[in-house]
């Protein structure tokens, strides 16, 4: 998943241009989905439009689905956004996911706007809700999308979110086509979004680490600014605020070497039930962020290379 992110210094368009080579990067490493997040009139992301971030992203890959992590779908007419997605997926057939979460506007609303939306799709592109409780999982379990759970911003509630998805009903567009005769059941299909940095050292991701949660920190006390670099870091004395709203992000957060990664990440998918997980990475330089990805893939490529297998990316 990735949300363009904005290093200090530089600027909205290198970042973009950033988060197009990491697509084709990554799609070379292995990994099945690239999703583009959405934010708006923030210092740190640079992605307020998945819409057009998914056409771009299609353009230069040949393969992996590519998606939204997601559209916030109380912003918009629940037509206009299902007019958008099929063109998409009209162009790139059976490469288009459409994530949608609920932030950005009346909580209350979003399920009738979600119905909405549903009733004016097809099976393509596949709906996954995404969300950070046991009611959006038990609202994706009720209207047949594919949920994410967002352990990168609460991890409480994931094992009983997913508990409670995956006992509900099956998985709107993983139906059985009418040539099979209609008899397959499909199985509820979740997947884990976790933020993790990955270093060629347990002492360099520690680094990226300290930097990501220093941004973060802030950005939970009200400062919104891009995201440090390694001077910035050194030179910061952490408030009392700011160290404990570290140590609660420290708790979503996986970090080490690729094998330390691995063992955490293969964990976290078992404990979910899930055979999919979502790698969300900020740094401040692309390249750390790029490096981090190639190592958790050359670290995951067994798992990667089959999708039944826990921990696929």
Same mark, same amino acid.
């Given at each position: 998943?990735?949300?363009?992110?904005?290093?200090?210094?530089?600027?909205?368009?290198?970042?973009?241009?950033?988060?197009?080579?990491?697509?084709?990067?990554?799609?070379?490493?292995?990994?099945?989905?690239?999703?583009?997040?959405?934010?708006?009139?923030?210092?740190?992301?640079?992605?307020?439009?998945?819409?057009?971030?998914?056409?771009?992203?299609?353009?230069?890959?040949?393969?992996?689905?590519?998606?939204?992590?997601?559209?916030?779908?109380?912003?918009?007419?629940?037509?206009?956004?299902?007019?958008?997605?099929?063109?998409?997926?009209?162009?790139?057939?059976?490469?288009?996911?459409?994530?949608?979460?609920?932030?950005?506007?009346?909580?209350?609303?979003?399920?009738?706007?979600?119905?909405?939306?549903?009733?004016? #799709?097809?099976?393509?592109?596949? +709906?996954?809700? %995404?969300?950070?409780? &046991?009611?959006?999982?038990?609202? $994706?379990? !009720? /209207?047949?999308?594919?949920?994410?759970?967002?352990?990168?911003?609460?991890?409480?509630?994931?094992?009983?979110?997913?508990?409670?998805?995956?006992?509900?009903?099956?998985?709107?567009?993983?139906?059985?086509?009418?040539?099979?005769?209609?008899?397959?059941?499909?199985?509820?299909?979740?997947?884990?979004?976790?933020?993790?940095?990955?270093?060629?050292?347990?002492?360099?991701?520690?680094?990226?680490?300290?930097?990501?949660?220093?941004?973060?920190?802030?950005?939970?006390?009200?400062?919104?600014?891009?995201?440090?670099?390694?001077?910035?870091?050194?030179?910061?004395?952490?408030?009392?605020?700011?160290?404990?709203?570290?140590?609660?992000?420290?708790?979503?957060?996986?970090?080490?070497?690729?094998?330390?990664?691995?063992?955490?990440?293969?964990? #976290?998918?078992?404990?979910?039930? +899930?055979?999919? %997980?979502?790698?969300? &990475?900020?740094?401040?330089?692309? $390249?750390? !962020? /790029?490096?981090?990805?190639?190592?958790?893939?050359?670290?995951?490529?067994?798992?990667?290379?089959?999708?039944?297998?826990?921990?696929?990316?």
């Amino acid at each position: 998943m990735d949300q363009s992110p904005v290093p200090d210094g530089g600027t909205e368009a290198e970042a973009l241009r950033a988060s197009l080579a990491l697509a084709r990067a990554a799609e070379e490493l292995g990994f099945a989905r690239y999703w583009v997040a959405e934010h708006h009139g923030s210092a740190a992301f640079a992605g307020a439009a998945p819409e057009v971030m998914v056409g771009a992203v299609l353009a230069v890959t040949t393969s992996m689905r590519v998606g939204s992590g997601g559209v916030l779908l109380p912003r918009y007419p629940s037509v206009k956004v299902a007019e958008v997605f099929r063109i998409l997926s009209a162009l790139h057939p059976g490469r288009v996911d459409l994530g949608v979460g609920r932030a950005g506007g009346p909580a209350a609303d979003f399920p009738r706007k979600l119905v909405e939306l549903l009733a004016r #799709l097809g099976p393509e592109p596949p +709906v996954w809700l %995404l969300g950070a409780s &046991t009611g959006s999982a038990e609202l $994706a379990a !009720r /209207l047949g999308t594919a949920y994410c759970f967002a352990h990168f911003l609460n991890s409480d509630p994931g094992e009983a979110a997913m508990s409670r998805y995956h006992a509900g009903g099956s998985v709107r567009g993983d139906v059985a086509s009418p040539s099979s005769g209609g008899d397959a059941v499909p199985e509820p299909r979740g997947a884990v979004a976790v933020r993790v940095m990955v270093a060629d050292t347990a002492g360099e991701a520690d680094a990226l680490a300290e930097a990501f949660l220093l941004w973060r920190s802030r950005r939970d006390l009200g400062h919104d600014e891009t995201l440090p670099g390694s001077d910035r870091v050194r030179r910061h004395r952490w408030t009392p605020a700011e160290l404990d709203r570290a140590a609660v992000n420290r708790r979503t957060l996986v970090h080490g070497t690729a094998e330390q990664a691995r063992t955490a990440l293969i964990g #976290l998918a078992d404990a979910h039930g +899930v055979c999919e %997980l979502v790698v969300n &990475t900020l740094t401040h330089d692309p $390249a750390d !962020r /790029l490096r981090s990805y190639r190592l958790l893939a050359e670290a995951m490529a067994d798992t990667m290379a089959a999708p039944d297998t826990m921990a696929h990316l």
